[in-house]
């Protein structure tokens, strides 16, 4: 699946020659309350979709207003939801939707519980802004990204990092990151090409040639790797 500025939702077969169902969604996702000066209207909160979990099971909706909430994309109910005044860059639901990660502007990390609507983990990943973080597949470990291409990985609970790997300079930023279906593997897009960390013991990296990556993803099996460009998206074997 892939989302565009155009306002369109698009579903590939990847086994064949794309030829993609289109569904047009509102430009951007997301509903803006203006004044009838049009002018944005502060005082009245509004949802922007933040974060679709990779399995597509679940989505999460942050408001202007601190409210978060994860809803079930195949009951339409709402698992929970929390309350928090912190300003945060990105987000990312655990894979059984239970629980919520958003990485903040001072380079802490809050993990929310959105069924008991409390905090379950906290603690201070980077010295400058979370770029990226992303929970693994088993929401064991969280993997987190800032300035630099700085990649660290937690193991949960934890306020120290178990895998710390810097993949590029100051003025290179990471878009999105995934973890292989077994969380053996962890492909961020940086300083034009795409890293294959391995998350293994004395296992080999890998890098593919790309230009700049916007979001990236692994099939589940691992053997393709998809990757939305400026110009389209390309996927490898």
């Given at each position: 699946f892939t989302g565009g500025r155009d306002g369109t939702v698009r579903a590939w077969d990847t086994r064949a020659k794309p030829t993609p169902a289109?569904?047009?969604?509102?430009?951007?996702?997301?509903?803006?309350?203006?004044?009838?000066?049009?002018?944005?209207?502060?005082?009245?909160?509004?949802?922007?979709?933040?974060?679709?979990?990779?399995?597509?099971?679940?989505?999460?909706?942050?408001?202007?207003?601190?409210?978060?909430?994860?809803?079930?994309?195949?009951?339409?109910?709402?698992?929970?939801?929390?309350?928090?005044?912190?300003?945060?860059?990105?987000?990312?639901?655990?894979?059984?939707?239970?629980?919520?990660a958003a990485g903040m502007t001072n380079g802490a990390v809050s993990v929310w519980d959105v069924v008991e609507s409390k905090v379950s983990w906290t603690f201070q990943a980077h010295s400058n802004d979370v770029d990226v973080l992303e929970f693994s597949p088993d929401g064991g470990r969280l993997a987190t990204a800032s300035r630099g291409a700085e990649i660290r990985l937690w193991n949960r609970g934890e306020s120290r990092p178990v895998f710390t790997r810097v993949l590029g300079g100051t003025v290179y930023h990471v878009n999105d990151m995934a973890f292989t279906h077994d969380g053996s593997t962890l492909a961020v897009p940086a300083s034009g090409k795409i890293h294959l960390l391995s998350l293994r013991p004395g296992g080999r990296d890998r890098k593919i040639d790309a230009d700049e990556i916007f979001c990236i993803d692994i099939s589940r099996d691992g053997s393709l790797v998809a990757a939305g460009l400026n110009d389209g998206v390309r996927v490898w074997d």
């Open positions: 289109a569904s047009a969604l509102p430009a951007g996702f997301f509903a803006v309350p203006v004044r009838p000066d049009g002018h944005l209207d502060d005082s009245v909160p509004f949802f922007a979709l933040r974060s679709l979990s990779r399995d597509g099971r679940f989505l999460a909706a942050c408001s202007t207003n601190g409210l978060r909430r994860v809803l079930s994309l195949e009951t339409l109910d709402q698992i929970g939801e929390v309350q928090s005044s912190r300003r945060f860059r990105c987000v990312s639901i655990r894979p059984d939707g239970r629980e919520i």
